[in-house]
Structures are given as C-alpha cells and as structure tokens.
C-alpha cells in the first residue's frame, strides 16, 4: 500500500469509538493547556536537535510558523534569548505566529510571547483549514502534533508551502498513548494499534516528494504518579469521566509508567524552491 494511504488507515485505528463518549466523558482529543504551559517553562531552557534544527535555518530577524504552537514551545524557545538580550549587534527579536484550535492554547502562548518581548500574532483554527489566513515564514515548527493527523498530505504539504528555508517536525517515535495500551483492553476490552510509528512518517513524506532527514535522540520523561495535571490527562486521554480519576490513579501505579527515556525524532526538510536555490 501507498505509505501515505497507510499511515492514514493506521492512525483511523486510534478512533475512540462513539459509545465510549458517554456517561460523562470529556473529549478525548482536547489538551489541557495547563499541564501544556508548565511543561513548556520546564522545557524551554532545554537544547534539542528539533530546535538546533530550526535554529541553523533562521536568519536574524527572521519568522516562525508554529502549527499547534500550544504554549510554544517549538517557537518561543528559538527566539528567547535573542528577544531578552538587547545587545549592540544582537540577533533581531523573531517574529513567530501561532496556530491552535483551542482558544485557551493560542492564549498562552500570547502571554508568553508578550512576556519575553516577541512580537507575535495568533490564528485559531485547525490545520489545514486556516493555512489561507497563515503567513509564509522562514521556518515552520510543528511539534508533537503529526499522530493527530489522520489526512497527512495535504496537513504535511501546507506546511511545505508556507516556509521559505525549513519545515521541522518533533514526534514521538510511538503514538503518544501507545503506552496505555494494557488499560485500554482492561478498561474498554479495547485493541490499540502498534502503528503508524515515526519510520511511517518518513516513508509518507518521502512519498510525498520531500527531501526528510531524520534524527533520533531521546530525553527524561516528565511523567509522575503524584502529579494531578497529569493524571487528568491520561483520565482524559481513556475516555473516563472525572469521578473515576482515583481508579486512573491506581491504574497507572500498577501498570508503572514507561521507564527510562521517551524515545523521540526530529525531520526536517527544504522546501523544493529553497533546496533548488542552494
């Protein structure tokens, strides 16, 4: 099969089924912008290959896409110092333009590009939906979004066609939840797939004509049993409602959270006007 074709049929296996909505569950599919925020702060003074990657291909003074910015931490980061450090012959402060479907996201990354001094804009919508109102930048981010994109080319091509220099991807080299795999059938009698994994991705976007580089590396995972943001998360995440968030709990102290390091990857690639000029 087509990679592209496969990697859409594989991520329709992650569906939640309807029924499973009922007796009081919240979406699934929404993030909670407070465990967002306080992981990007924790993360935002951390080097990583995606934003290294990001960076080597921004010039002074130049603008980021950030697609599903959340608290922006694939954005904001790239620019900090250049926005806090106002030195002769600094860097000019980045401008960086976020888009989210969720209101309370596209807030938070506002308030923290006002507070580090970005000049900054904000677009509500979902990709590729809203790409018309979107600038085109010198490098676009989209971090740790991809496994949420059950029709990947033309969300992957949009991306292509709004950076002048560089596209950066950050995924997980696994869905997210693929962890959570034992709860779902103990909880829900329910198979969770085993892919697309981010080897898909490559495959697809290479099928799609791009150029994608890859580069696998990995970082301490956050996760904590005594941490409430997250156990709503998860709660959240297996469709339960609020009222069983103590059984959530108690599920995961025996299921153990994933040990060592979470595995991640970066792909990055030119778009084809900007990899024919060089």
Do not use: K
Not at 110 to 116: F, I, K, L, S, Y
Not at 193 to 210: I, K
Request: a negative charge; aromatic letters at 6%.
């Amino acid at each position: 099969m087509d990679p592209v074709e496969s990697w859409n049929r594989d991520l329709a296996g992650w569906d939640v089924p309807q029924e499973l909505l009922a007796d009081g569950a919240e979406p699934s599919h929404r993030f909670d912008a407070g465990l967002c925020n306080r992981q990007t702060d924790e993360g935002m003074g951390t080097e990583t290959p995606s934003r290294r990657r990001a960076r080597e291909a921004l010039p002074d003074g130049g603008t980021v896409l950030d697609v599903g910015c959340g608290a922006g931490a694939a954005s904001l980061s790239l620019a900090r110092t250049a926005a806090t450090v106002r030195l002769p012959g600094a860097p000019a402060a980045v401008r960086v333009v976020g888009v989210d479907r969720q209101e309370d996201m596209l807030a938070a990354f506002a308030g923290r590009a006002e507070r580090v001094g970005l000049p900054h804009a904000e677009i509500h919508g979902g990709w590729p939906d809203v790409a018309s109102a979107a600038p085109v930048a010198d490098v676009v981010v989209c971090h740790h979004v991809l496994y949420y994109v059950g029709s990947l080319a033309p969300f992957v091509l949009a991306l292509t066609g709004h950076a002048s220099r560089r596209v950066v991807v950050e995924m997980p080299a696994e869905h997210p939840m693929a962890w959570l795999r034992p709860l779902w059938q103990r909880l829900h009698g329910l198979e969770r797939p085993t892919r697309p994994t981010v080897d898909d991705a490559l495959g697809a976007l290479r099928q799609l004509g791009l150029s994608v580089e890859l580069e696998r590396w990995s970082t301490p995972s956050s996760w904590r049993h005594d941490d409430d943001q997250f156990i709503g998360h998860i709660r959240r995440r297996l469709c339960l409602p609020a009222h069983r968030e103590g059984e959530v709990r108690e599920l995961l102290l025996g299921l153990g959270l994933p040990s060592g390091d979470r595995q991640m990857a970066t792909l990055w690639w030119s778009p084809p006007r900007a990899a024919s000029a060089t």
